[in-house]
């Protein structure tokens, strides 16, 4: 299994500004994911964070609005970019092997005012 | 692309009775796994159970079991000796198998509720 750690657990932001979510495992993994979930809503995936190269983004995320970073096998960002309400969600860091489950960080609650 | 569906919104049950979260999924592969993830109001996704396709056996862990009837495509879970603990939602997802980076697919999630 892999411990993972999200910081910041929550912050509640203005419009237009921008904020970076930090996602930390404790052991190399060779899969890792950010998803984001809306208030009362399930998961739906953002982005792939491949290691030395660009995200893979799912349909309806592009990268200007969320930059990721993964420098190594271990660590990863998310940045949610000119953020407007409507970005007010949790957004959770997921990673694990080529098979099985993925493990999860605790999430970060973000809120736009 | 592969979908699931969880069409029970809500669950309620007795705490020490038994309970049943229905998910059923879509795939045109044979090779894939299932699995039931907990999330409490902290918000953290704990793994509850896990499937893999291939094996006929359904997957069991302490009070969890699941039902996982491949023809049908269908996978619930059962909690036996529910928990005052057990009060979170539940989502099934699903992960291929294939080569590459294999995402999970979530259903829309189950909320169970434990009354004392």
């Not at chain 1, 899969?31 to 979930?37: I, S, T």
């Not at chain 1, 990268?63 to 990863?76: E, M, Q």
């Not at chain 1, 940045?79 to 409507?86: A, I, L, Q, R």
């Not at chain 2, 928990?83 to 829309?108: E, I, N, P, W």
């Amino acid at each position: 299994s892999a411990v993972i750690s999200q910081k910041p657990s929550r912050d509640i932001c203005q419009r237009g500004t921008s904020l970076t979510i930090q996602c930390q495992v404790d052991s190399q993994v060779t899969m890792m994911f950010w998803y984001r979930q809306q208030p009362g809503q399930s998961l739906t995936l953002i982005a792939t964070a491949n290691q030395g190269s660009e995200a893979t983004y799912e349909s309806g995320f592009v990268i200007d609005k969320f930059p990721i970073s993964r420098p190594n096998l271990t660590f990863s960002t998310l940045t949610v970019s000119n953020m407007s309400p409507e970005d007010s969600s949790i957004y959770l860091c997921s990673g694990g092997g080529g098979t099985g489950e993925l493990f999860f960080g605790e999430g970060s609650r973000l809120t736009v005012l | 692309a592969q979908t699931v569906t969880q069409s029970q919104p809500e669950m309620s049950v007795q705490e020490a009775e038994t309970v049943t979260l229905s998910c059923t999924y879509d795939t045109s592969e044979s090779d894939y796994y299932l699995f039931w993830y907990k999330q409490p109001p902290s918000r953290q996704m704990i793994l509850v159970i896990r499937q893999e396709a291939y094996k006929q056996q359904n997957a069991t862990e302490n009070r969890f079991s699941v039902n996982f009837q491949k023809a049908a495509k269908s996978f619930s879970l059962k909690i036996s000796d529910s928990q005052l603990g057990d009060a979170a939602m539940y989502f099934c997802a699903y992960r291929s198998a294939g080569t590459g980076a294999q995402k999970l697919v979530f259903g829309q999630g189950t909320r169970l509720t434990i009354n004392p």
